[in-house]
Every structure is written in C-alpha cells, then in structure tokens.
C-alpha cells in the first residue's frame, strides 16, 4: 500500500525563512526539508552558525511523516524549560507537513515576555512559517510484480507513465518479471490496461490468501500482476 504525505518544495541546501518583532524582541524562523534526524541536526548547526551572536537558536525537527513521534527532536537553548522547544514540536507535528526542521533565532530586546508570552512567541513563529511554507507531495510507492510474455513488453512499457509507475527492477527467464513502484490507487487502472493488452485473454481477477507478505491481486493468462508489501522491500522511492 502507498503512503503519501506533503514535505517541504525546497532543494537541500535551500531555506524557508520569515521575520517578525515581538515587544522588540526580533524572532526570526528558518525552515528545512530534513527526511532524516541526521539532516535535521546538520540543518539546525548551520543556523547556528549563521547566527552566533543570537541570544536563542531554539530548534525542533520531525524527520517522518507528519504526526509520527520516532524521528524527533526539540530544544529551548538557554530559554526557560517547555517555552520554545516543545512548543515548536509541537507545531511541526500538527502541522501537516513532514520531514520538516525548524529554528527560531531570538535577539532579546529587553523586555521580557513570561512563560506564556515564549511559548505563544516560538509557536506562532513556526505557524507563520508553515503559513507561507512551498510544499509538494511525497509518495511512497506500492510495489507490484508483472510478469507478461515477450511479445508484450515494448506496449507494456509505454503505458508506465501513464500510471505514474517506474521499473525498480527487471527478470527476464522463461516470461519477463517486473517490479514497478507506483501510487495505490493506479493499481485498478494499470490492471485494466494490462487486461487489455493481452487482448482479454484472461481467467478474471482473483484473491490469493496472503503469504510471507505478498498478496496476489489477479492472474492473467499471458500477464499476472501481484501486490508486494512495502514492508518486506523496504520502499522509500518518492514521486513528485
């Protein structure tokens, strides 16, 4: 089964970053796209060290999906304990968008805001640039297994983008064996077009029981396509 989620529209190396003054305080969020706890903590050194004179570099990151609390992290850099770095998570996993780090630099501008003011001060920081955040979506494809005759391959392969499909991998013996990566909900539609490839010459769909993680979903007499679940191959290929 696919997974999909939205992460940050920025290139590795590329920032998202807003501003704002709070009782002349200056707070200023840098956003990044982290798929790992390893990304995230390279990303926050670089702020930083961007911003070393900076009374706060308060951080907090989520590198899975949105919601998901294995891949997390959070700091209040010298400000009082639960005002920035919870508060921050907080936000990143409510937010909807995964894969995401965030840090918000603060320059103290001599009035203190009390617990409730640095709490709602780093929060709304991470909502303002989530607000403005480019964002595009991130599939974890299923994987499928197609197994056709010769004849059939060229035709085959043409019909791939049509499905958002790619070839992950490729057996040619007595019948040529793929296994594609594409989006769930294109399964039904490629089944379809397969069916027809092989000029209907086909028993019908059928469900096998399951068996050491893999589900057949149809049989064909020239063509049989199963579903592989992703937990047995380990899929991390995204689609854009």
């Not at 992460?7 to 707070?27: G, K, N, Q, T």
């Not at 070393?52 to 899975?64: E, K, L, R, V």
């Not at 918000?104 to 640095?118: A, D, E, N, Q, S």
């Not at 595009?136 to 791939?160: G, S």
Request: hydrophobic content about 35%.
């Amino acid at each position: 089964m696919s997974v999909s989620y939205f992460i940050p529209d920025l290139a590795p190396e590329d920032l998202h970053r807003c501003e704002e003054i709070v009782r002349r305080s200056r707070f200023i969020v840098s956003l990044a796209h982290t798929p790992t706890p390893e990304a995230a903590k390279s990303f926050i050194e670089r702020i930083k060290q961007e911003f070393p004179d900076a009374t706060h570099n308060c951080w907090a990151y989520a590198a899975g999906a949105p919601g998901q609390t294995s891949k997390v992290g959070y700091s209040d850099d010298g400000e009082p304990h639960g005002t920035a770095g919870r508060p921050m998570l907080t936000m990143l996993l409510h937010g909807g968008v995964g894969e995401l780090s965030a840090v918000v630099t603060r320059y103290f501008g001599g009035i203190k805001l009390g617990t409730g003011g640095l709490v709602r001060a780093y929060q709304g920081m991470v909502k303002l640039g989530l607000e403005t955040l480019p964002t595009r979506e991130h599939m974890i494809p299923a994987r499928v297994e197609v197994v056709l005759d010769y004849p059939h391959i060229t035709v085959f392969r043409r019909l791939l983008p049509d499905y958002r499909a790619t070839v992950a991998s490729e057996n040619f013996g007595v019948d040529a064996t793929y296994e594609l990566l594409l989006p769930d909900q294109n399964i039904p539609a490629l089944e379809t077009a397969l069916t027809e490839l092989t000029d209907g010459a086909s028993h019908g769909l059928m469900t096998a029981p399951c068996h050491r993680k893999h589900r057949s979903m149809s049989f064909f007499e020239n063509i049989s396509l199963q579903m592989v679940s992703s937990s047995s191959k380990g899929c991390g290929q995204g689609f854009r």
